[in-house]
């Protein structure tokens, strides 16, 4: 079991490799690399994400009722974030996603470990699990996609 600070370091990571993209052109940054959506759309998918759940965090910390599962519309909650993003100059919204997913990991450091790893009501998940699964093996997912579309190109 991962502790909230095992959590947060796998989550921090994502804000370096975010980093590590801000030397690419508008080009490369903006070129469909998966179907249609280009490096700018995952990060910006992800930045979604991780502004929603920061509301959850905020019902955690809160001892609100908080529900552990996937946006009922998934499909729709993607386009709206890939959307959002389109409107943005790239490195503004890489700085953007930087800076949202350091909120998450500051929200996610005042969680008790108590709320960390307790089942949630009515979820096949923990917090800890939840965000494993959900953000941590999904940024993993989105950053491999990136590194081999950059080692096609470069």
């Known amino acids: 079991m991962a502790t909230i600070s095992d959590v947060s370091k ?7 490799f975010i980093s590590d993209l801000i030397p690419y ?3 490369v940054l903006s070129k469909p690399l998966v179907g249609t959506w280009s490096i700018q759309d995952l990060i910006s998918h992800i930045m979604g994400w991780d502004k ?3 509301k959850t965090i905020n019902q955690i910390i809160n001892n609100e009722e908080a529900i552990l599962e996937e946006h009922h519309d998934v499909q729709a909650f993607n386009e709206a974030s890939v959307t959002f993003g389109r409107k943005m100059k790239s490195h503004d919204l890489l700085k953007g996603a930087i800076s949202q997913r ?3 990991i ?3 450091n005042l969680v008790s470990e108590s709320a960390f790893i307790r089942q949630f009501h009515n979820s096949a998940y923990t917090l800890e699990t939840f965000l494993q699964e959900m953000f941590i093996g ?6 491999a996609q990136i590194k081999n579309y950059l080692e096609m190109v470069s």
Request: aromatic share 4%; glycine share 0%.
């Open 25 to 27: 052109s508008d080009d």
């Open 52 to 54: 929603n759940f920061i």
């Open 10 to 16: 796998d989550l921090e990571s994502m804000t370096v």
């Open 102 to 104: 350091k909120q998450l």
């Open 138 to 143: 999904h940024d993993r997912h989105h950053e």
């Open 106 to 108: 500051l929200k996610l």
